[in-house]
């Protein structure tokens, strides 16, 4: 058994009882509120029709493997990797308007939660993305790559500054532009609290118009993926900030969007 896992079990005991029932004090999980989450169709969104399950899901009982966390190293993670105007650089600073985006990771009870391993991913100004299928006529920028990553602090708090993404066109339908949007993909405490979802901006003229958006059918949940301009955030002379905060599951969870 990991470290990790004996020091939550508890010592001396065994995570999984005789009829296979969890013994240890692992945190469990209420279930997840579907009636904020978007359906896996959605007429409008074309991807879903195709991938989307035919079959009714199969509810998985939340034993240890899915309440202890995906273990991986913090080491690797520095702190360039939250500066995407710097951490893709060549010769030059890219081209676009600086963000800053900071926010707070919060569970289902509103506590924040430390250790949240969140990578984003995003398009140049331009609206390309670094990426083979890309094939947008758009012009890549030298000194922007586009990814980054960091880990929440002990008060579930992340930063990092990019360029406001532009926004890009896409096959599902005539004349559809994506909203301007950043990508974000958390590893949470535990495979449970998983989440890939999307973060937009404030009176985007394109989010009425998005499927993607839509899809979260909840008004006050697909409102909870829209940024806030914050002025505390800005740094002056430098960069317009933005305030986004992830509830990882429960009622007032943010939507996942994929
Ligand atoms: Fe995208």
Known sequence: ???????????????????????????????RDWGVQPPYLYEGYKSTV???PRKPLVPLP???????????????????????????????????QRIKVTGRVTDENG????????????????GRYVHKVDTHDAPLDPNFFGAGRFVTDADGRYTFHSIRPG???????????????IHFSLLGPSFVTRLVTQMYFPGDALLPLDPIFLSVSDED???????RYSVVATEADYALGYEFDIVLRGRNATPMVA
């Not at 004996?6 to 692992?26: D, K, L, Y």
């Not at 493997?65 to 893709?88: C, F, K, M, W």
Request: aromatic fraction near 6%.
């Open 167 to 181: 926004e890009y066109p896409w096959l599902n339908h005539d004349k559809a532009f994506r909203p301007a949007h």
């Open 62 to 96: 939340q034993t240890l493997s899915e309440l202890t966390g995906p273990v991986y190293g913090h080491d690797a993670v520095q702190a360039i990797d939250a500066d995407l105007t710097r951490n893709g650089a060549v010769n030059g600073q890219p081209l676009g």
């Open 221 to 227: 949940a697909r409102n909870r993926l829209v940024s």
């Open 111 to 126: 506590r924040p939660v430390p250790g949240t391993l969140i990578e984003i991913w995003q398009t140049n100004a331009a």
């Open 1 to 31: 058994m990991p470290a990790e896992t004996a020091a939550r079990v508890g010592p001396g005991r065994s995570p999984i009882g005789a009829c296979g029932e969890i013994v240890s004090n692992a945190k469990t999980y209420l279930p």
């Open 50 to 52: 195709t991938r989307s």
